[in-house]
């Protein structure tokens, strides 16, 4: 057997399985596999020589405690963050994580409205075309009314008007969709169909506000 | 006399197994000293509380010493101690008696240690974020000082030595570390260890042997 696999046995080697005579033999010709063993051993030494802890005297009375506790207290409405950590909740701990939940909810939606209604002004300000989905990708709606609308007026905003207002743009209402309505606007600019629905408004600049007029959608 | 089936897995130990549910018959002409582990199980879920409590003192030190030497913090380990026995005794039915009940209850020990270091791990990471690091280890570095030549009394040199010991296990990695304390302070077989940490017999011997050439050298003062 080479060094390697008689450091093996060394380290396998235990008081229930001692090593064999044909291992003693090789480690009183080698100095290195006998300092490996003699490391070993010492530090197995050391290491069963090191004192066990005890449990304290009062362990079972504190354990029994501790299952007629666990046996009479309800489970926990937290349980499954409970799981989910690998810890426990008492209430107030609970009470207090729903609440900084919720300034952080309140605090998000504030932020994010804040965002969108700068955002709007933007886009009013410096005339960008609406953004809608072309009616040739949307299911069209049975039920409302459909209203065709043709325009080559630039797009200002879909919006709700009061966003029109505040961003003090003075909008031309080419169409305005009831709750009940749908109506298809034709962009000759761009080449494709829009759709609005809903309440939805549809602005032009005011001097091309004549330009929109009623058409059948099916001429475009 | 009422055959007691012990049957069903093992959540917490995550022990899954196709063998035979065991068939004890706890007999109560029987003290309780003298009765095996799964005997004194079967008689726990009978109601037989010294059965239980037989279980606790033969199994209380072995369990708050291996937790201990897992976290280094004799009061958690307690804690843990008592949780290992709690979950025994609620979740007595479901024990499978394929393996040992000293490989269960370790096994349950085990796992909570393990999830309390973790749980350790990420504390310390949200306290110091800076200082996530993608190593493989979680070996610490440590100091260990050879403090024999100014040490006069024997006592206080057999107490720096077993300190010095002490921190070098809490800073080996642990996976190194378990299987360690398992081997050569608990005592426990390649094979129980095995079972223990649900690992092959190759791995454990692997990991024993990394640890022990670790620990050579961080204790090369003393041995």
């Not at chain 1, 093996?8 to 003693?24: F, K, L």
């Not at chain 2, 070098?168 to 095995?194: F, G, N, T």
């Amino acid at each position: 057997m080479n060094c390697k696999g008689i450091q093996a046995v060394i380290d396998s080697a235990s008081s229930r399985n001692p090593i064999s005579g044909e291992t003693q033999v090789h480690l009183n010709g080698c100095p290195d596999c006998r300092s490996y063993s003699d490391q070993t051993n010492s530090l197995r030494s050391l290491l069963s020589a090191q004192p066990r802890v005890q449990a304290p005297a009062d362990f079972d009375f504190r354990l029994r405690a501790r299952i007629a506790r666990a046996q009479t207290e309800p489970a926990s409405p937290f349980a499954f963050l409970e799981n989910l950590l690998g810890r426990t909740f008492s209430m107030k701990q609970a009470a207090a994580s729903l609440a900084a939940l919720a300034v952080m909810a309140a605090g998000t939606t504030l932020y994010f409205n804040q965002s969108n209604q700068q955002t709007s002004g933007s886009l009013i300000a410096s005339n960008t075309p609406v953004v809608v989905q072309p009616a040739t990708q949307m299911a069209l709606p049975v039920s409302p009314r459909t209203v065709d609308v043709q325009t080559s007026a630039p797009i200002v905003k879909v919006a709700v008007k009061s966003q029109l207002h505040a961003a003090a743009v003075k909008p031309a209402v080419l169409a305005q969709a009831t709750n009940n309505e749908v109506f298809r606007v034709y962009d000759r600019e761009k080449g494709h169909v829009s759709e609005i629905s809903k309440g939805g408004v549809y602005y032009g600049a005011e001097s091309s506000a004549q330009m929109a007029r009623p058409a059948s959608f099916g001429s475009f | 006399m009422a055959t007691l089936t012990l049957s069903a897995g093992l959540r917490d130990a995550e022990l899954e197994t196709d063998s035979p549910v065991l068939a004890v018959e706890p007999s109560s002409e029987v003290p309780v000293e003298k009765m095996d582990d799964h005997s004194l199980l079967a008689a726990t879920l009978t109601g037989d509380e010294a059965a239980f409590k037989e279980l606790v003192r033969r199994y209380q030190n072995q369990i708050t010493n291996y937790v201990y030497r897992m976290l280094d913090d004799y009061d958690r380990a307690v804690d843990l101690a008592q949780e290992t026995f709690l979950r025994v005794y609620t979740s007595a039915e479901r024990y499978q008696a394929t393996y040992s009940f000293s490989t269960y209850i370790y096994r349950i020990a085990h796992n909570l240690a393990i999830s309390e270091l973790r749980q350790r791990k990420r504390r310390k990471l949200m306290q110091f974020p800076m200082f996530f690091s993608d190593k493989d280890s979680d070996e610490v570095e440590i100091e260990i000082e050879d403090q024999r030549q100014v040490l006069a009394d024997d006592s206080m040199i057999a107490a720096q030595q077993r300190e010095a010991v002490t921190k070098a296990i809490a800073s080996l990695p642990e996976k190194y570390r378990a299987a360690l304390v398992l081997c050569d302070i608990e005592e426990k077989s390649y094979e129980e260890i095995s079972e223990v940490l649900d690992l092959p017999v190759g791995t454990v011997k692997s990991r024993i042997n990394r640890a022990r050439n670790l620990l050579k050298d961080k204790l090369k003062d003393y041995i």
